[in-house]
């Protein structure tokens, strides 16, 4: 069965906590997103080890395979969002649907150990990537396919809500409000 879309904006995680998982990314400096995208990204290894990962523990919730594809996913759209930013002034990404992404792609059907590994991967990368991120290029701006726009400070506080949230969503333990894994 598939599940209902997500039209929810969540850019409001840039002004205030987040209710369900209850990080706030106004305490993050976007230099810490890093670590928080590395430790998350290692989190997620017990998770996707578990032996019901392709269980939806409800109709209307992905399975924590989903969600550990889904972040996968995130990591590297993410890491390709960045370098544009970076490249091209105030570029304008593509629209990607994630609901979509998930039925094509076919998240349930993938293999957890390899899903577990890419995602470490590609966690890694996107902080590397923000690592790399000279003082000056923190103001460059990019434009989301729905107008809203972010530098790449916010956009590295707004991404990291993402894995946080979702990795509290399997897993039902809040991070530290800075997003560190709990």
């Keep these: 069965m598939p599940i209902v879309p997500d039209a929810k904006d969540w850019t ?7 209710p ?3 990080i706030d990314t106004r ?9 928080v995208l590395r430790a998350n990204a290692v989190a997620w290894r017990p998770v996707l ?7 939806r523990p409800s109709d209307d919730r992905w399975s924590a395979l989903e969600y550990g594809c889904h972040v996968r996913d995130v990591f590297r759209l993410y890491d390709q969002r960045l370098a544009l930013m970076l490249a091209d002034d105030d570029p304008t990404f593509a629209n990607w649907d994630q609901d979509a ?6 998240y349930r059907d993938q293999d957890p150990a390899t899903v577990t590994d890419e995602l470490e991967v590609a966690g890694r ?14 103001a460059r701006t990019g434009t989301r396919s729905d107008g809203a ?8 506080r707004y991404l990291v809500h993402d894995p946080v949230h979702h990795l509290y ?5 809040p991070p530290g409000p800075r997003g560190e894994p709990g």
């Design 12 to 18: 409001w995680v840039l002004e205030r906590p987040c």
């Design 20 to 22: 369900e998982c209850g």
């Design 27 to 35: 305490l993050l400096v976007a230099t810490d997103v890093p670590a």
């Design 49 to 55: 080890a578990q032996p019901d990962v392709r269980e």
């Design 101 to 106: 992404t998930a039925v094509e792609d076919r």
């Design 125 to 138: 990368a996107l902080a590397a990537s923000f690592d790399a991120v000279r003082p000056d290029e923190w």
């Design 149 to 156: 726009r972010f530098t790449v400070d916010t956009f590295a």
């Design 169 to 173: 969503d399997v897993t039902g333990r």
